[in-house]
């Protein structure tokens, strides 16, 4: 008898035992696994536009969280650079290993590959800047090409070409449509786009040109009119996968996702054009 109490009791804890390490399944409560996470160093200028890239990336790899850090041109090259000649291992400081570097434009990239401090080869375009004609949101009619406004006595906000790159790229495609004599006199020259921003707005000017990241960015108090993509050499960007990224196949999983229809998607959504396959 006391045999038979014996067994059935260490059934009954068994069972027990069994039955708590079911019941998380049961209420639907399963043990998370510890996301890997994913690094990409970046220029603040493309915080949006990645932001957007990394949400749809995490939506497709639930087991991913991608994280961000943001310096500028100069510096992240001296962060890779201190990175990987550090004497205590590949390591980015704070955040573990970098995967992918996506700095404002091409020209860095080059540089990177040149030094090794990027996989040459490993490089993929996914957007570029695009200029955009905007008016104010609660403006009813506006024109909507470039030839309407030489027609009439529309008043045009542009950037300061000597100060920055927007400037250039708008003064490189007025000159080259002809439309720079056209629209002699109705010229508002603005420090940059905040600047054509804030002309706009306060009705100094009629029309401004700006980068249709920064038409985003303020489409509570802007419309885009129009989108400008002739008669200047937009800026394109790419990511290129670092010399120690920590898991490769991940990193090239990345780079295919950026050039899926659904990365187009998300690229113009943020204001960006996408380059077509074999032109950057």
């Not at 039955?19 to 915080?47: C, N, Y």
């Not at 989108?227 to 990224?245: D, F, I, L, Q």
Request: net charge neutral; hydrophobic share 45%; glycine share 10%.
């Amino acid at each position: 008898m006391k045999r038979q109490w014996h067994t059935n009791h260490v059934v009954q804890v068994f069972v027990c035992v069994a039955l708590f390490l079911l019941m998380p399944d049961w209420f639907g409560v399963r043990q998370a696994r510890a996301a890997e996470t994913f690094v990409i160093a970046a220029s603040p200028s493309l915080k949006g536009l990645l932001e957007r890239l990394g949400s749809g990336f995490e939506k497709a790899h639930p087991e991913v969280r991608v994280k961000l850090y943001f310096d500028s041109g100069l510096e992240l090259r001296q962060t890779i650079a201190g990175m990987e000649n550090s004497m205590v291992g590949q390591y980015f400081i704070g955040s573990g290993p970098i995967n992918l570097v996506a700095p404002g434009g091409d020209e860095l990239i080059a540089r990177l590959q040149g030094k090794y401090y990027v996989l040459p080869g490993t490089a993929r375009s996914y957007a570029m800047d695009q200029l955009v004609l905007v008016v104010p949101e609660s403006l009813v009619e506006a024109p909507e090409s470039l030839a309407e406004i030489a027609q009439g006595q529309t008043r045009l906000a542009i950037a300061d070409p000597i100060r920055t790159k927007l400037g250039v790229q708008t003064t490189d495609m007025l000159r080259a449509s002809g439309m720079g004599e056209l629209l002699k006199g109705r010229l508002d020259l603005a420090t940059d786009g905040r600047g054509v921003i804030d002309h706009v707005l306060s009705g100094q000017a009629d029309v401004g040109i700006i980068f249709g990241d920064q038409a985003v960015a303020q489409q509570q108090r802007l419309r885009v009119v129009g989108v400008v993509n002739k008669g200047y050499s937009p800026t394109v960007h790419s990511m290129a996968m670092e010399r120690y990224c920590p898991n490769r196949r991940l990193c090239e999983e990345f780079l295919a996702y950026i050039q899926s229809g659904e990365a187009h998607r998300l690229v113009r959504q943020a204001g960006y054009a996408v380059p077509l396959a074999g032109e950057w």
